[in-house]
């Protein structure tokens, strides 16, 4: 809506596989190869055999797969590229602490409500609006029996209840079952995808990337949280001119979800410079029907 409010485009937002419902053969295939074609089939499924210009925007891992899907010859419609708060350096560096920080997190949950507020108060994203969309596709529902951990057993169909406003003081995290006087079954969140065991993938998704994005013959636009990020081929790619770069408000590392209206504003005038949209006007027809 932010992005459709300010120039003429279409936005195709794709949950990546082991994300979202998305169901798929070899769920836990999260190699780049694998995810870069996830995005070409998805492209071709919705626009065919011959796409309609594309810019690929993808935040942290996501944005890693878009500089590999423009890269290659997947994706010979692509005019331009996005990446938000993606930068080899420093990722390389967080994945050393990775597995720490997915143990330190809480394995399920009570409630949605309990996921949600977990992800604002431990600071995952700050904007408690963009929490109550995104949590929802990470998080799955399932059943534990009296004395069982809370871990998935069986995936059922979450009943998300909105617009609780108000956070909870009591416990949301359900690491350890609960003790009961009812044999009856009681439902906990839990992750969706278990992260630890994709370990194997992580190198992949980095390694390279910084310049395999400067390399990428289009347009390109990287979006950071903060300058310190930057690394070294990126610092000396900046300084050549071969990318636009914008440093955001002060926000983490969920820049989209922390302050979408920036983000939007970022995207838009990348887009209305390069020419591959028109500014939003109700009476103003756009040149660029394949973007409506």
Not at 6 to 25: F, I, S
Not at 108 to 125: L, P, R, T, Y
Request: charged share 25%.
């Amino acid at each position: 809506a932010a992005m459709t409010s300010r120039v003429t485009c279409r936005v195709l937002a794709m949950d990546l596989r082991g994300h979202g419902a998305t169901q798929v053969r070899h769920a836990d295939d999260l190699s780049t190869q694998t995810m870069s074609r996830d995005v070409a089939n998805v492209v071709r499924a919705t626009y065919g055999e011959i796409p309609p210009p594309i810019i690929l925007v993808g935040h942290s891992m996501g944005g890693a797969i878009a500089v590999h899907a423009a890269s290659g010859a997947l994706q010979p419609s692509v005019v331009g590229l996005v990446a938000i708060d993606v930068v080899e350096g420093s990722a390389m560096d967080v994945l050393h602490s990775m597995q720490n920080f997915l143990r330190g997190r809480p394995k399920s949950f009570k409630s949605i409500d309990h996921a949600i507020e977990w992800s604002v108060k431990s600071g995952q994203i700050r904007n408690l609006e963009s929490a109550k969309v995104s949590m929802v596709g990470q998080v799955r529902r399932c059943e534990v029996e009296e004395g069982e951990s809370a871990e998935p057993v069986s995936p059922v169909t979450e009943s998300v209840a909105e617009g609780h406003e108000e956070f909870y003081d009591l416990n949301y995290v359900t690491d350890k079952a609960e003790s009961s006087t009812s044999a009856e079954p009681c439902s906990v969140y839990s992750w969706r995808i278990d992260l630890s065991k994709a370990e194997k993938y992580w190198d992949g998704w980095f390694r390279g990337i910084s310049n395999l994005f400067l390399s990428c013959n289009v347009p390109k636009l990287l979006l950071l949280a903060g300058i310190d990020r930057l690394d070294r081929d990126l610092t000396i790619g900046q300084m050549q001119g071969k990318f636009m770069m914008q440093v955001l408000p002060p926000c983490g590392h969920a820049v989209h979800e922390d302050i979408p209206d920036k983000v939007a504003d970022a995207l838009a005038s990348f887009m209305i410079r390069h020419k591959f949209a028109e500014t939003r006007s109700e009476t103003k027809s756009s040149s660029y029907p394949f973007m409506r």
